[in-house]
């Protein structure tokens, strides 16, 4: 499947309702695929591209497991975050960012790939983060969980590259998207501190990671990478 080869193709994005899951929705659209768009308030964004909304906790089992049988493209985008160190850390919210964005990407990862190896291949982007990657202050929790999620698509691009299924993550640095604001306006943290940890000085924009995701569903040699876009974040 080349960038535009995705027309046609049957995509389902979690997390679509908000964000960076809301401008890959919105780019899968535009380059001609049919979007699935999948959240816990998939409404606004279905309603605007036209597209079918999926009420979906990709926590839930009994809701992943028949919503996910037939695709060839899916997108785990939907994720919480946590914002304390581990001893800051209730048992719960632990418990809360491992079931959204660790165990909610292995359920759809799981009950999406049989229905894919039926029809003889498909895409799968996990959307993990920098927190995967390096040592983020007070974020002990969602940098252990999306560590998972970057280790979790190596394993499946290697158990299942035999049937034509490639998986790959992202990792973004800090994002303009509702959740950053809400790092802002609710926990207080500062838009100049989150600008200055990225060498490039700004945030970057859900655009910038749903080109990324677009490339990657269509990338015919590439499985198991793990993409950073993080104004250099990483590299500093
Ligand atoms: N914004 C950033 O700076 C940034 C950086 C790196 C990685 N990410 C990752 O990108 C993804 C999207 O982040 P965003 O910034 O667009 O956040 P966002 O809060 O704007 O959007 C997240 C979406 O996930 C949905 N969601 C949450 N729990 C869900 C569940 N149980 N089932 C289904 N949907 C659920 C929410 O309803 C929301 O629509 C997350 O996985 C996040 O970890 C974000």
Redo the contacts with the bound molecule.
């Keep these: 499947m080349s960038d535009m080869g995705i027309a046609g193709k049957r995509a389902l994005v979690?997390?679509?309702?908000?964000?960076?899951?809301a401008a890959v929705a919105r780019r899968f659209a535009a380059a001609g695929a049919e979007v699935i768009v999948?959240?816990?308030?998939p409404a606004a964004v279905a309603d605007e591209l036209g597209m079918c909304g999926l009420q979906?906790?990709?926590?839930d089992e009994t809701q992943v497991a028949p919503a996910l049988r037939d695709l060839d493209v899916l997108v785990n985008?939907?994720?919480?975050?946590s914002t304390t160190s581990a001893p800051d850390t209730p048992l719960e919210v632990w418990e809360d960012v491992f079931a959204?964005?660790a165990r909610?990407t292995f359920l759809c990862c799981k009950h999406a790939i049989p229905g894919m190896a039926a029809r003889g291949g498909g895409a799968i982007v996990n959307?993990?983060?920098?927190?995967a990657l390096v040592g983020l202050r007070n974020r002990a929790a969602y940098c252990a969980a999306?560590g998972a999620v970057v280790a979790l698509t190596r394993a499946l691009a290697v158990d299942h590259v035999g049937e034509g299924i490639r998986v790959n993550a992202v990792c973004?640095?800090?994002?303009d998207?509702?959740?950053?604001r809400r790092l802002v306006d609710d926990a207080g943290e500062s838009l100049d501190a989150l600008r200055a940890r990225q060498p490039m000085g700004r945030l970057g924009t859900?655009d910038e990671i749903a080109d990324a995701v677009l490339y990657l569903a269509g990338a015919e040699f590439v499985t198991g990478s793990v993409l950073v876009i993080d104004g250099g974040l990483t590299a500093a």
């Design positions: 979690t997390g679509a309702g908000s964000g960076i899951g999948a959240d816990l308030e979906l906790d990709v926590r985008v939907a994720g919480i975050g959204v964005n909610g959307v993990a983060s920098v927190a999306k973004p640095g800090t994002v998207s509702p959740w950053v859900p």
